[in-house]
């Protein structure tokens, strides 16, 4: 009960458009007990194991105080009883009786019902590992909502992720995914996807549904349902470079740690690191003049080509080293004023991971 | 009081000077000339107008029309002051609906410029070319001509120079020319219209109605959407077109209110407007309205000032209503309001909750939307004085000690109860109806207006990027294109250096198309296109204004960049708010002047209990 309602928590809106929504939907059904919680845009259904039930029915309980109790209480069989309409009573072996105020069912959104054009399955693991890589790039701005979500497009036995906020970028694809249905384009929103992340282990097997409008990601225990955003995603493809004539090679961890430090002296504003590339070592420096703050250190690197000046914003530069697996991460770099690619120097024959930086133009 | 008082002599002024200052009062600027002689075109009959400006008329003032024209004995009378042709036509002064009945036009024209003018009345041969400059005819001989009028309007001001001392940029003064010419294209749909800048044709309008003129003016996806309307009770008719809620502009540029065809200027009469259509602009915004009134003329009194285009009524009460009716009917008609509240609301929540709490390279940068402000050098670890020492005296040095309590790190919670902790023993802030920020002082409570004080900071960061360091650019990924009417082409470019050290680099790439290619490093900026429109319609609104256009541009960035009232904000942004209001220069007033915070002092709360 406690993971089930960890599961459905989180889409409880904290500011309620309709005071309903403050509520967690309760219902027993064919000796099912299934609770539900919805912010209208995302709707997330916890199955919760039961020893054994009588009749059959529903109501809703108030979120909050619902979850406060149940946190409270040490792991003993509960028993769950709806006597008269709207009242609910709680009890449990040792640790006595509570009475908590229902509500009218009916007063709850109506849910939707999905009607999956397109299904497949494939491993929680997997899944999971797609978000993670590409989350960190989804967009903030309210007003190009189609940014704000990952595209997921579906192709023969491939599956691939998409995000970015204009800045960065991050693409991963996966070509072992059994999937044999017709070519699909979908944006799914961020929340949507924090909750898969928290909801979905490992070992499961999700079937992922999409429809028209909404999309599903269904496992033994939870079915979530989110409303898909609407519009063009722009042609990421066009904007990614195939051809950036020079590479460095390095370190991944040294790398992220000497960005770490420096970025503790980046501009609190523009968080600017400047990046000088020589043949074996390139020199990251960052300035914060306001406070007469500097910093700068050097690293090995592995590289070809002409000596180079770069800016990134040194968070941006962060997140994608994060996202390196590898010992050694690869940049490839044209000019400072174009997109810089950065992929692991060993990829997986089944994954294709991209990362974009867009950088900052040096002023001078 | 027997008392004489020694009377000077009256000096009858030389009548050319008596001519330049009666002409100050009609011929303020280029575009009242282009107004004068629009309008006399079309008290003439023409159904076609071909207007040509060269350096926003100060070199060049052409209109030419295809009306009754002028005989030789007619064009000479109309260069004598008071001549005017259109009493005679008419019984009285107050049912005259034709636009320059005062005579004064001309011959006020003529007298600060070297003026040509070709016409052929209808039925005549030949035609008659006239020569002014500076009041004086100089040639009038007949010439072969097309029916119709040409009036050219060379070096307007050329003897005048202290009024040509106080012409604005030529942007600014087009800018003006432009609005005239909307005013009287929208006025009259069935006429054709041209207009010419410097050679090039920005407009060709062809006869047709309101819409069809609309689309020509402002493009076919606005003229689609205007909701037309149609109202008549009494004496009073109304119709026109307005903008539904989807088309909110950033300005009020784009409104046109006439009476029986004449543009007019009304506070009243715009409340009505704004307050008929408000609940279908649920996100704010300006309506796109183009609204004629017809009414008797003796229910209405426009001031004949020639600069002023201000109109009483004499039943002010009756308009304001039946305005207010005819909009909201045609707008209620149209649409079912606020259908998308819901929905857009679960949509900040989406954003919102994605927000946590990590340090600066743990958390992914565009979470953080106040950035701190560049502290003013501290040497010691004390926080920053928030107010220089000079400024303290009487009561507002106990201010300046609460906020500095405030902006430091000094906490106020044992003062109250603390809603929810933040982990941390930062200053207690509430924000109320997502508009102001309230924090408790030792001495009082602050309130703190969300949208100023944001604007303050940015104002401040702009300037000091335009004045001193450029702000560098974060090079984007997907370029966002714009395009602008073709007047505003000059504002714009006039601004991209500006912008530039403010780190948007834009790029012309078309005639009235540009991109931009980058933004301001780090600072969260939310629909590239939009806030750029906006800091140009900004900064053109306060064209007008003496200031120095770089603090224009500043305060314009300012504005549009900054949080809106409304906006629902984190914990963490409020107190970075805050800290950042009060490492500014000027934490007191915003760059229009409204002040940002005010204080209630404990001394005026322990009253409210007679304590």
Redesign the interface.
Same mark, same amino acid.
């Given at each position: 009960m406690k993971r089930g309602i960890q599961r459905v928590m989180g889409v409880v809106p904290t500011r309620l458009p309709m005071p309903s929504l403050g509520n967690i939907f309760v219902s027993l059904k064919n000796k099912m007990l299934e609770i539900t919680a919805t912010d209208l845009e995302i709707t997330v259904t916890a199955k919760v194991e039961i020893l054994d039930s009588e009749g059959e029915g529903s109501v809703l309980i108030q979120a909050k105080r619902f979850q406060d109790i149940i946190n409270q209480l040490p792991d003993v069989p509960l028993e769950i009883e709806v006597k008269e309409p709207l009242k609910v009573t709680l009890k449990g072996e040792g640790v006595g009786e509570y009475i908590l105020p229902g509500g009218d069912p009916i007063d709850f959104p109506e849910l939707p019902e999905i009607d999956a054009r397109v299904s497949f399955d494939m491993s929680g693991e997997i899944l999971k590992r797609l978000i993670t890589k590409t989350m960190f790039a989804v967009s903030h701005d309210e007003m190009r909502p189609i940014l704000t979500g990952v595209l997921i497009q579906l192709r023969m036995n491939e599956i691939c992720i998409v995000a970015t906020d204009g800045h960065r970028l991050s693409r991963i694809k996966r070509t072992d995914i059994s999937y044999s249905g017709e070519e699909k384009d979908v944006v799914v929103p961020m929340k949507a996807l924090h909750q898969l992340l928290q909801g979905i282990e490992d070992d499961d097997e999700p079937t992922i549904g999409i429809a028209e409008t909404r999309a599903s990601f269904t496992t033994d225990s939870q079915r979530l349902t989110t409303r898909l955003i609407d519009g063009h995603y722009p042609n990421y493809q066009s904007v990614i470079p195939e051809d950036n004539p020079h590479t460095m090679t390095v370190n991944t961890d040294d790398m992220m740690s000497v960005v770490k430090r420096i970025s503790v002296f980046a501009h609190p504003i523009s968080h600017q690191v400047k990046i000088t590339i020589k043949q074996d070592s390139a020199l990251l420096e960052a300035e914060d003049p306001e406070i007469g703050g500097r910093g700068e250190e050097s690293i090995a690197v592995n590289y070809e080509g002409e000596p180079l000046e770069l800016a990134y914003n040194c968070t941006y530069l962060a997140d994608v080293l994060r996202q390196i697996d590898t010992e050694e991460a690869a940049f490839k770099l044209n000019t400072s004023n174009d997109a810089a690619i950065i992929k692991s120097t060993v990829q997986n024959d089944d994954e294709d991971l991209l990362m974009l930086l867009m950088p900052i133009r040096l002023n001078r | 009081m027997t008392e004489t008082l020694e009377r000077p002599p009256i000096i009858t002024l030389p009548q050319s000077v008596a001519d330049r200052i009666a002409a100050g009062e009609v011929v303020e600027r280029p575009a009242a000339v282009v107004k004068e002689l629009i309008g006399n075109a079309i008290d003439g009959g023409a159904d076609r107008m071909t207007i040509a400006i060269e350096d926003a008329g100060r070199t060049l003032i052409k209109v030419v029309d295809n009306g009754f024209g002028m005989t030789e004995s007619d064009l000479a009378a109309a260069i004598g002051r008071h001549s005017t042709s259109k009493l005679k036509r008419f019984e009285d002064l107050e049912s005259l609906s034709s636009f320059g009945f005062r005579g004064e036009a001309l011959p006020s024209i003529a007298a600060v410029s070297r003026l040509n003018i070709i016409s052929r009345a209808r039925g005549q041969d030949v035609g008659t070319e006239l020569s002014v400059s500076g009041g004086k005819i100089e040639k009038a001989e007949p010439v072969a001509a097309p029916e119709g009028t040409s009036i050219s309007v060379g070096h307007l001001f050329f003897n005048v120079p202290a009024r040509r001392k106080f012409l604005r940029t030529d942007a600014t003064e087009f800018k003006w020319i432009a609005s005239v010419f909307k005013h009287f294209a929208l006025a009259f749909p069935s006429i054709s219209w041209e207009l010419y800048r410097n050679k090039d044709l920005l407009y060709q309008l062809n006869p047709g109605d309101e819409r069809s003129r609309l689309a020509g003016l402002f493009g076919d996806d606005v003229a689609e959407e205007m909701i037309p309307i149609n109202f008549q009770r009494g004496w009073l008719t109304v119709h026109g077109l307005i903008s539904p809620g989807s088309l909110a502009q950033r300005t009020t540029s784009d409104q046109y209110l006439y009476i029986n065809n004449r543009p007019i200027v009304s506070p009243r009469l715009n409340r009505a407007i704004y307050t008929a259509c408000e609940p279908y602009y649920t996100s704010g915004g300006h309506p796109i309205y183009v609204i004629k009134l017809e009414s008797a003329p003796d229910q209405f009194d426009i001031n004949v000032h020639p600069a002023k285009k201000e109109v009483k009524f004499a039943d002010e009460k009756g308009v304001f209503g039946n305005l207010w009716a005819a909009v909201r009917r045609a707008i209620s008609d149209d649409r079912a309001p606020r259908e998308l *509240? @819901?929905?857009k609301? #679960? =949509?900040?929540?989406?954003?919102a909750?994605?927000v946590s709490e990590r340090s600066?390279?743990?958390? +992914?940068?565009? /979470?953080t939307p106040f @950035?701190?402000?560049?502290?003013?050098? =501290?040497t010691s670890g004390a926080p920053a004085m928030p107010f220089s020492p000079d400024r303290k005296r009487g009561e507002e040095a106990e201010t300046d000690s609460q906020l500095q309590d405030l902006a430091g790190a000094e906490s106020a919670q044992r003062l109250v109860g603390v809603p929810e902790s933040s982990g941390d023993d930062g200053p207690v802030i509430w924000q109320v109806f997502d508009t102001y920020l309230v924090s408790p002082l030792k001495t009082g409570i602050v309130f703190i207006d969300q949208h100023v004080a944001h604007e303050r900071i940015l104002y401040e960061?702009a300037l000091r990027a335009i004045e001193k360091?450029?702000? *560098? #650019? =974060? @090079? /984007? /990924?997907?370029p966002v294109s714009f395009a602008v009417s073709p007047e505003d082409v000059d504002i714009v470019e006039e601004c991209l250096p500006l912008l530039r050290s403010m780190g948007f680099?834009v790029d012309p790439i078309g005639p009235r198309d540009f991109r931009i290619q980058?933004v301001?490093?780090?600072?969260r900026?939310?629909?590239e296109r939009?806030l750029l429109l906006g800091i140009i319609a900004e900064f053109k609104d306060t064209a007008t204004s003496n200031s120095d256009p770089r603090h224009r541009l500043a305060a314009a960035f300012a504005c549009r960049g900054a949080v809106k009232a409304g906006q +629902?904000l984190k914990t963490e942004q409020m107190q970075r708010l805050i800290d950042e209001l009060f490492g500014c220069e000027d934490p007191e007033f915003c760059p229009h002047g409204r002040p940002i915070y005010h204080v209630i002092n404990r001394r005026e709360i322990d009253k409210w209990f007679r304590r």
């Open positions: - | *509240t @819901v929905e609301k #679960s =949509q900040m929540e989406t954003a909750s994605a600066p390279v743990d958390a +992914p940068a565009h /979470l @950035v701190p402000l560049p502290r003013r050098s =501290q960061r360091e450029p702000w *560098t #650019s =974060q @090079v /984007l /990924l997907f680099a980058a301001p490093a780090g600072i900026i939310t629909g939009d +629902p």
